[in-house]
């Protein structure tokens, strides 16, 4: 399984990127579709979730300006990021998660630079 993100972008404070995930195979094998972030000097944290039932989750700190979304067609998952702060600064990372009885499989692809300038 490979993930490819793509969106990578310097913009300023205000404004939106959106984030493209690609999948080397049908998205709807996977239970689970997550971004996370690692800003520098910071641990990973969990950003937003899609599950394959089409359920989304998102961190406290961009519920309301954060969108998860997918295109089945595509083998897609995006993140449509509006109202940007330097606080997102990060490197975005996309996951993938096939939840098994003893332990999931994840799968990460590589991850794509957001710069949010003050």
């Known amino acids: 399984v490979q993930l490819q993100a793509f969106g990578e972008g310097l913009v300023q404070a205000g404004g939106s990127l959106r984030l493209s995930c690609a999948a080397s195979?049908?998205?709807?094998?996977?239970?689970?579709m997550v971004w996370y972030r690692q800003a520098p000097g910071k641990q990973r944290e969990f950003v937003a979730t899609?599950?394959?039932?089409?359920?989304?989750d998102y961190a406290d700190s961009v519920r309301g300006r954060f969108t998860i979304s997918r295109d089945r067609a595509k083998n897609s998952v995006y993140l449509q990021m509006n109202s940007l702060s330097p606080e997102d600064t990060a490197v975005y990372l996309c996951n993938a998660v096939r939840v098994r009885a003893i332990v999931d499989q994840k799968y990460w692809g590589q991850g794509t630079q957001v710069t949010v300038s003050s």
């Open positions: 899609i599950t394959d039932s089409g359920n989304t």
């Open positions: 195979e049908t998205i709807f094998s996977f239970n689970r």
